[in-house]
């Protein structure tokens, strides 16, 4: 009876934990749900700043700046909580096939993430470690670290190159996305409209304030798409969790079930045995008896 017990307090702890995986992985889910509300709006915004900058451009394109030395930024957008597989190994090993296919060995790296970061606590080449998003409401807070970052590496005489490492959605793997120098080159423009657009601004101060919008917005679209894969890979992960704790479950549930088969068989053997050893002195005494009527 101990083993049977030990397994059903086993198993029970097993459903414990099953509960949770469940309510972590449903959360993880009604995330995502949020997440592609807030995508959508910030999607529209990014591509209206596109717009712009592409009108804009179309008249003033010696406004864009142009530099022969770039400072070399990777931004790696890995996960704050665990529970999502190899989430950030898929990500490190991508960024390291890409600097050795483009030949950039040593750029600075900035890593958010708690689970990422703790993977390049060593590294040297990270210039910034930034806590991530647990949920969608915290993605400014990382994003304004992230700004600040980069504000602080930006000089007068060395343009940057900006490139993001983040998941796509829907499984689709791992995507970079060159945010610095912004747009296309005016060069690949036609201008939309026959006249320029009315500014308020000198073209070169207009430029530059819409290369910060275009970046804040930017960064923040792709921290909500990291976030939105982030959680799809959780939910996956924890599906999966989930259905071996439940087939562990009913594992466990079957020994108990046999074990107690057990336990009752053994039970109706000490029955019976203990009625047959009753049986026995009960039939010698009536054999007793008869034998003592016969001699009278």
Same mark, same amino acid.
């Given at each position: 009876?101990?083993?049977?017990? *030990?397994?059903?307090?086993?198993?029970?702890?097993?459903?414990? @934990?099953? $509960?949770?995986?469940?309510?972590?992985?449903?959360?993880?889910?009604?995330? @995502?749900?949020?997440?592609?509300?807030?995508?959508?709006?910030?999607?529209?915004?990014?591509?209206?700043?596109?717009?712009? &900058?592409?009108?804009?451009?179309?008249?003033?394109?010696? @406004?864009?700046?142009?530099?022969?030395?770039?400072?070399?930024?990777?931004?790696?957008?890995?996960?704050?909580?665990?529970?999502?597989?190899?989430?950030?190994?898929?990500?490190?090993? *991508?960024?390291?096939?890409?600097?050795? =296919?483009?030949?950039?060995?040593?750029?600075?790296?900035?890593?958010?993430?708690?689970?990422?970061?703790?993977?390049?606590?060593?590294?040297?080449?990270?210039?910034?470690?930034? =806590?991530? &998003?647990?949920?969608?409401?915290?993605?400014?807070?990382?994003?304004?670290?992230?700004?600040?970052?980069?504000?602080?590496?930006?000089?007068?005489?060395?343009?940057?190159?900006?490139?993001?490492?983040?998941?796509?959605?829907?499984?689709?793997?791992?995507?970079?996305?060159?945010?610095?120098?912004?747009?296309?080159?005016?060069?690949?423009?036609?201008?939309?409209?026959?006249?320029?657009?009315?500014?308020?601004?000198?073209?070169?101060?207009?430029?530059?304030?819409?290369? =910060?919008?275009?970046?804040?917005?930017?960064?923040?679209?792709?921290?909500?798409?990291?976030?939105?894969?982030?959680?799809?890979?959780?939910?996956?992960?924890? *599906?999966? &969790?989930?259905?071996?704790?439940?087939?562990?479950?009913? =594992?466990?549930?079957?020994?108990?079930?046999?074990?107690?088969? $057990?336990?009752?068989?053994?039970?109706?053997?000490?029955?019976?045995?203990?009625?047959?050893?009753?049986?026995?002195?009960?039939?010698?005494?009536?054999?007793?008896?008869?034998?003592?009527?016969?001699?009278?």
């Amino acid at each position: 009876m101990s083993r049977r017990r *030990e397994l059903e307090r086993h198993r029970h702890t097993l459903d414990e @934990t099953r $509960e949770i995986m469940n309510s972590m992985k449903t959360l993880a889910y009604m995330e @995502t749900r949020k997440l592609a509300r807030f995508l959508d709006a910030q999607r529209s915004v990014v591509a209206h700043i596109e717009t712009v &900058a592409g009108d804009f451009l179309g008249f003033y394109p010696e @406004t864009f700046p142009q530099s022969d030395k770039l400072l070399q930024v990777y931004l790696l957008l890995g996960s704050e909580r665990g529970f999502c597989g190899e989430f950030n190994e898929t990500l490190l090993a *991508e960024t390291e096939s890409h600097m050795q =296919d483009s030949g950039i060995n040593t750029p600075r790296l900035i890593a958010t993430g708690r689970k990422l970061c703790d993977r390049l606590a060593k590294d040297p080449r990270v210039i910034a470690f930034i =806590d991530g &998003a647990n949920v969608a409401e915290e993605v400014e807070k990382t994003l304004i670290q992230i700004i600040n970052n980069l504000t602080g590496l930006r000089t007068q005489d060395e343009a940057m190159a900006l490139r993001v490492f983040y998941h796509e959605p829907e499984g689709e793997g791992v995507a970079m996305t060159q945010i610095l120098p912004p747009f296309e080159q005016p060069g690949k423009r036609v201008p939309i409209f026959s006249h320029p657009p009315l500014l308020n601004l000198q073209p070169k101060a207009f430029l530059a304030e819409l290369i =910060d919008h275009y970046l804040f917005a930017a960064l923040h679209q792709i921290l909500y798409v990291s976030l939105m894969a982030e959680n799809q890979h959780r939910v996956q992960h924890l *599906e999966g &969790a989930v259905r071996h704790l439940e087939d562990k479950s009913a =594992d466990l549930l079957h020994r108990c079930n046999l074990l107690r088969q $057990e336990e009752i068989i053994e039970e109706i053997e000490v029955i019976l045995l203990s009625t047959d050893s009753l049986d026995k002195p009960l039939h010698k005494r009536k054999s007793l008896t008869t034998s003592d009527s016969r001699k009278e």
